[in-house]
Every structure is written in structure tokens, then in C-alpha cells.
């Protein structure tokens, strides 16, 4: 299965948010926004980061979608 990040929980992101949730082949393990919010609202399981290139630098996923 492939570990998705996900930058921006807004918008378009929470369009692509849903793709990986319902996708059997792809899991969204890692997330950041600005909005707390939006990263509270996340399940348990996924790493959330107050910056982008703590993400990126991070190995809780396999790619990241911006």
C-alpha cells in the first residue's frame, strides 16, 4: 500500500483527502495545514506537522501530494 502525504486540507484537499481514504491501494498517513482545525479533525493513525518541510523531511509517507 502506498503512504500518501497530503499539504493543504483545504479545498481541493479535501476532494483528494477523500480519494485516498476510499482507495484500497493508497492510505493518507501524513498531513499539514495552517488550519488546526482541519488537522484535528484527522483520524488517529495520521502524523500531522506544523510545517511542510517537517513533512517532507519525514518518513511517515511515500509521496506527497501538494
Not at 1 to 28: D, H, N, P, T, Y
Amino acid at each position: 500500500m502506498m503512504r500518501f502525504g497530503l499539504i493543504g486540507l483545504g479545498g481541493i484537499g479535501l476532494v483528494r483527502k477523500s480519494a485516498l481514504e476510499q482507495s484500497e491501494a493508497c492510505e493518507l498517513t501524513a498531513a499539514f495545514d495552517l488550519n488546526q482545525t482541519l488537522l484535528d479533525d484527522l483520524p488517529p493513525h495520521v502524523a500531522r506537522f506544523n510545517d511542510a518541510d517537517s513533512l517532507l523531511k519525514s518518513d511517515s509517507c511515500d509521496a506527497v501530494i501538494i
